[in-house]
């Protein structure tokens, strides 16, 4: 079974268990380290649990009594950004319009970030594209959830350092020409959302439904987590953060000036995939190879006994020989780090050279310091250039896909982040190297020159 096969069945457990992080950047909701039993999230319909939820008495109330107030009604109002409606909007039109036969429709699905207020608004501030899927479902891969996790942890920093109180509150998909529901599959992603966190809410985006006067999405929750797959999705109150009209009329320019383009876009991301990726950047690296290579076969743990049980298998994070174990250097790397620390051991010994009336040892020294440097220069000349170059090619197509990063999804960001993080990598290990090229630790030792003073 490939990977596909694990459906969101399987997968919600995963979306779980990285989103338990989130609940702990808002105020008041994860202060204690305890997971809220389902049992403790139990639905009054009728008396709005907002109205007790009274987050600014926060530190009044015993923290246990936080987890029994931690009742939410799944219908309490949500607020959704411009942003995050152009976002969606736009991505969902990318994959189902009417420019597209339905029977080629796709459904797309991201997450949703935003943060929580004292009355329990859930403000949705950014809806994040994901993935495209097929007619009738989207299935998550490995990749999606690398990309969520670091979505995730990101958001999670920024609320910690910059206190947003921002986390991931919930996902959205389409479901071009559906309407608007909880299929069983996405009552369980539902599920994984709303358990670790009350307030996460599922927006659906049909299209189809979209008029001058409707936005064509709705927010959804489930009435009661606890009955799990059973467990019934109600449509909680929608609002946005300006008139409807603004709104509209924001999405629909950015529809109309991205959608004609993205062809254009797919071409430069497959020009960065195929060319400058792997054509240039990994010919860079095969003939001036800079970047450290993972060795195949071993896997990293921070099991420190199995680690040594079974080393032939595995490798100990803590390891002061993790680098060199882990990675190998490129035989151009080794090669001009090898002439480095050679040239480093006679400049030491030159540095030791005695004063006469003929010889100063700091001209001396730094003579050869030149003559060493300009000799390694001359092989950093070519892939200087060549990566130079490849960086102009490479920001030049940035600049163009910049007004429809926006619209992006997880694969299509990760080729852009794949290729800015090789080319970065390959900088650092250049710029070390010519750093090292300086050879500034090697000085005439003070004293000997006061000795001969
Ligand atoms: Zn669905």
Redesign the pocket.
């Known amino acids: 079974m490939s990977k596909k096969a694990t459906d969101k069945k399987s997968a919600v457990p995963k979306i779980n268990s990285e989103n338990e992080e989130a609940p702990k950047s808002t105020k008041g909701k994860g202060d204690s380290k305890k997971t809220p039993t389902t049992t403790e999230t139990k639905v009054t319909k009728k008396k709005s649990a907002i109205d007790k939820l009274d987050l600014a008495k926060i530190d009044d109330i015993d923290r246990t009594e936080i987890e029994v107030e931690k009742k939410i009604d799944p219908s309490s109002p949500c607020v959704l950004s411009t942003k995050a409606y152009r976002r969606m909007m736009v991505y969902g039109l990318r994959y189902a319009n009417f420019d597209i036969k339905p029977k080629n429709w796709r459904e797309v699905y991201g997450i949703l970030v935003g943060k929580v207020d004292k009355k329990g608004v859930c403000h949705i501030l950014d809806a994040i594209p994901m993935v495209v899927g097929d007619r009738a479902g989207v299935i998550f891969e490995t990749k999606q959830y690398v990309d969520m996790a670091q979505i995730d942890q990101s958001i999670f920093e920024r609320a910690v350092n910059d206190q947003t109180g921002q986390f991931i509150c919930g996902w959205w ?1 389409t ?1 071009p020409g559906f309407g608007f529901f909880f ?1 069983e599959v ?1 009552t369980i992603t539902q599920l994984g959302y709303q358990i670790p966190n009350p307030f996460a809410v599922g927006i659906v985006f049909d299209h189809t439904e979209k008029t001058e006067n409707f936005p064509g999405v709705e927010a959804l929750r489930l009435d009661d987590p606890t009955k799990g797959v059973l467990a019934e999705y109600i449509t909680s109150e929608l609002e946005f953060d300006k008139s409807f009209d603004e709104v509209k009329k924001e999405a629909d320019r950015s529809a109309e000036k991205i959608l004609p383009k993205f062809k254009e876009v797919k071409e430069a991301l497959d020009y960065i995939h195929e060319e400058l990726r792997k054509k240039k950047m990994a010919q860079l690296q095969r003939n001036y190879g800079l970047i450290l290579v993972p060795r195949s076969g071993k896997k990293v743990t921070e099991d420190e006994e199995l680690a040594e049980e079974e080393n032939d298998k595995f490798l100990y994070i803590w390891d002061p020989d993790f680098s060199s174990k882990k990675y190998r250097k490129p035989k151009f790397r080794e090669n001009l780090e090898g002439r480095v620390l050679k040239a480093a051991q006679r400049l030491e010994k030159i540095a030791q050279t005695k004063e006469t009336k003929k010889v100063d040892p700091t001209k001396k020294l730094e003579a050869a310091k030149k003559k060493y440097r300009q000799e390694i220069e001359k092989l950093l000349k070519k892939p200087k250039e060549w990566v130079d170059k490849l960086k102009i090619q490479f920001f030049n197509i940035i600049e163009q896909i910049d007004p429809f990063y926006d619209y992006l999804d997880t694969e299509e960001r990760k080729i852009i982040e794949y290729l800015d993080e090789r080319i970065n990598k390959y900088t650092i290990a250049l710029d070390s190297i010519e750093y090292q090229l300086q050879f500034k630790s090697i000085q005439v030792p003070q004293n000997k020159k006061e000795e001969s003073n």
């Open positions: 998909h479901h299929s996405d």
